[in-house]
């Protein structure tokens, strides 16, 4: 099937947590696995929300509010630059670097407990716009790496 276009963006930072809970750190590589996510992140396993996106477009937002907040600081995994993350639609497709390729499985999410940005600073835009997706081709990606959005 051919594609109808797509749209380009690159990896700004890498964030994973040894714990679930624990703020994430940033790296400046991690190696993704089919139908789990990233390795030695807490969040990965065999479940929707594998890899969490979040556009550092909304954290500039947030931050443009007088929050001082930095890539990794909403638990996301990925923080991309030049992608409208919010405007995916579920099952969109996305390659990272030359060989990962990730599915949106998810639209923001439903906050049972307030996570820690929120408790701090009262808001948190992950519910709103971040985005998770399930791994279904494995790699390596790097900060800086492209990202391609492909839409049907």
């Not at 030695?40 to 556009?55: I, K, M, T, Y």
């Not at 948190?124 to 790097?142: H, L, S, Y």
Request: glycine share 10%; charged share 30%.
């Amino acid at each position: 099937m051919e594609k109808a276009g797509t749209t380009k963006g690159r990896i700004r930072a890498i964030s994973i947590s040894k714990e679930r809970g624990t703020p994430k750190v940033n790296v400046h590589e991690a190696e993704l696995k089919a139908d789990f996510g990233i390795v030695g992140d807490a969040h990965a396993g065999n479940w929707l929300r594998q890899v969490s996106l979040l556009a550092v477009e909304s954290i500039e937002k947030m931050v443009a509010e007088g929050t001082k907040v930095s890539a990794g600081d909403f638990a996301e995994n990925i923080t991309t630059e030049g992608i409208d993350l919010p405007a995916l639609k579920v099952g969109s497709k996305l390659k990272i670097g030359s060989s990962v390729e990730l599915e949106v499985a998810q639209l923001g999410k439903q906050c049972h407990r307030r996570c820690r940005v929120f408790e701090k600073i009262g808001d948190c835009i992950m519910p709103r716009e971040g985005v998770f997706a399930k791994v279904t081709r494995p790699g390596r990606i790097r900060v800086g790496d492209a990202i391609e959005v492909f839409y049907d």
